[in-house]
């Protein structure tokens, strides 16, 4: 499959991610009588990665994440010379998709974007549940940390066939139940970036302040998932490579999203 075309699929599955998860924050969170709430958000996220997962991971991947690019290169599935225009697109998609969100958001009278926060992440006085940057760094280390071990579990080629994207919503879901207080829950750059960007040009500089623990936090978490998936699975020894291959990511059924 041709990069142009594995890139467009970042960048439309990346746009749904954040168009689905951060949209159903800001317009259904507390919607009168009838809000979603935080389990609602949870299952948001959860369904865009499933449905976007199988509508594009046989194109490219289905990554829609840059930590999830990183972890896979730390274990093997992906090609170093291939992650900066993964994740160029993942960041394009995400600011996209954050952009419809306020244009749909500031149909409502006395919108304020400032205010908002477009779902942003954030810590200390700006994280949910008044957590320290400690307490949100280490949950995003930790919540990225399983959402890779499960990636590249479901994925392996001794998994199971046709239920990864099904591991990786749930995972991603049950993610959000524990983290949402915490930061607004991230375990993903690119998602953190869209809407910071955006309420920055409302005047709120604290979610692009913020920001780089939202990047930092993640491919860590995402590296040492990559490193010990490789360590446990015994996919990097000589052995493992001659018996089995491991596809690149635009054969597999999903290597997924977040």
Known sequence: MPLSK??????????????????SAVLATAYPTLGIGFAGVA??????????????GHIS??????????GLWAGKRFPA??????????VLGAIAAAGIIYLIASGKANFDLAASGLASNGYADHSPGNYTVLAAFISEVVMTFFFLIVILGSTSKRAPAGFAPLAIG????????????VTNTSVNPARSTGPALIVAFGGASWPVSQLWLFWIAPILGALLAGFV???LSG?????AATETETPPPAETQADDAA
């Open 6 to 23: 594995r890139v467009t699929a970042e960048f439309l599955g990346t746009l749904w991610l954040v168009l689905g998860g951060c949209g």
């Open 235 to 239: 996919e990097d020894s000589p052995a």
């Open 43 to 56: 299952l948001a996220f959860g369904l865009t990665v499933l449905t976007g997962a199988y509508a594009l």
């Open 170 to 181: 749930l995972c991603l879901t049950l993610i959000h139940l524990v983290s949402i207080p």
């Open 229 to 231: 998936h490789l360590w």
């Open 81 to 90: 010379n291939e992650l900066l225009p993964y994740i160029l697109a993942q």
């Open 61 to 70: 991947g289905g990554h829609f994440n840059p930590a999830v690019s990183v």
